[in-house]
């Protein structure tokens, strides 16, 4: 029987932080080789971003239509 790869999943942790959040990971996934992203197509509520690592770690996040703003607001609060 084959062993199911590890899942790292960041779903609804805290959504204020997707891009510091998606940053550490490939920070500290890109040492293992490529890592490969997807979306599923946008629905109403948003969509599933993942990116997962050649060994087997997923980073997992629903991204709703709010987010993008509020990541932009954040941006100029703190420039």
């Known amino acids: 029987m084959a062993q199911e790869a590890p899942r790292l ?4 942790v805290n ?3 997707l891009l510091t959040d998606l940053e550490e990971f490939v920070e500290d996934h890109r040492p293992h080789g490529p890592l490969v992203a997807d979306a599923t197509e946008p629905a109403w509520n948003g969509y599933l971003l993942t990116v997962t690592c050649g060994c087997g770690v997923t980073f997992e ?3 709703t239509p ?3 703003e509020l990541d932009l607001l954040r941006a100029a ?3």
Request: charged share 10%; aromatic share 6%.
């Open 9 to 12: 999943s960041q779903s609804l």
């Open 15 to 17: 959504p204020a932080n």
């Open 61 to 63: 996040r629903w991204v």
């Open 66 to 68: 709010l987010d993008p």
């Open 77 to 79: 609060v703190l420039n």
